[in-house]
T-cell receptor, first 117, second 111 residues
Framework: EAGVTQFPSHSVIEKGQTVTLRCDPI?????LYWYRRVMGKEIKFLLH????????ESGMPNNRFLAERTGGTYSTLKVQPAELEDSGVYFC???????????????FGPGTRLTVL | LAKTTQPISMDSYEGQEVNITCSHN???????ITWYQQFPSQGPRFIIQ???TKVTNEVASLFIPADRKSSTLSLPRVSLSDTAVYYC????????????FGRGTSLIVHP
């Protein structure tokens, strides 16, 4: 069974440009999460989708970030316009059941390393 | 959510047993304790989860004392491939659980 995949693996853009990250969760996983780790910092939660609905987006840093999950399958995270402080690794994770009920194992993708110059 | 404290780094040698302890003094009644492992350039990977006493799977054991204010991840007979960062997470509340990753413990296994 394929795991969580993310595209691209690396992205280097200039400040002010737009970047879109994609995450394909494990098939059948209704729950999808985005996280990011800024250089030297901890992994931080960004938001949680249940199917196509945003369950929790309390971790989104500002309105330059837009996450979508049309159709409840893959998700995209767009950063527009990108700033220097957005550099970091963006992880996507999925789970069969929502974390908070029973075993909350999340399956993480390899991450997208974003560098904003 | 409960805050966790773990050692920043640990060193070990192949074949040894490694125990990583995590403190979570403010753990709530409904909170579970979960450990993740992360290799460089990869996302975190679930290792083990427990609520109380002892849990064992094919990878590790998790020891949780009665007061649940700490937990110990035990890796038996580590190998070089166990070199990774290990995160202790605590929390399981209501509908939306937001995993809080601390700094983790960087384990280096030497030959």
């Amino acid at each position: 069974e394929a795991g969580v995949t993310q595209f691209p693996s690396h992205s280097v853009i200039e400040k002010g440009q737009t970047v879109t990250l994609r995450c394909d969760p494990i098939s059948g996983h209704d729950n999808l999460y985005w996280y990011r780790r800024v250089m030297g910092k901890e992994i931080k939660f960004l938001l949680h989708f249940v199917k196509e609905s945003k369950q929790d987006e309390s971790g989104m840093p500002n309105n330059r970030f837009l996450a979508e999950r049309t159709g409840g399958t893959y998700s995209t995270l767009k950063v527009q316009p990108a700033e220097l402080e957005d550099s970091g690794v963006y992880f996507c994770a999925s789970s069969l059941i929502p974390s908070g009920r029973g075993r909350h194992e999340q399956f993480f993708g390899p991450g997208t390393r974003l560098t904003v110059l | 959510l409960a805050k966790t404290t773990q050692p920043i780094s640990m060193d070990s040698y192949e074949g040894q047993e490694v125990n990583i302890t995590c403190s979570h003094n403010n753990i709530a009644t409904n909170d579970y304790i979960t450990w993740y492992q992360q290799f460089p350039s990869q996302g975190p990977r679930f290792i083990i989860q427990g609520y109380k006493t002892k849990v064992t799977n094919e990878v590790a054991s998790l020891f949780i004392p009665a007061d649940r204010k700490s937990s110990t991840l035990s890796l038996p007979r580590v190998s070089l491939s166990d070199t990774a960062v290990y995160y202790c997470l605590v929390g399981l509340s209501g509908g939306s659980y937001i995993p809080t990753f601390g700094r983790g413990t960087s384990l280096i296994v030497h030959p």
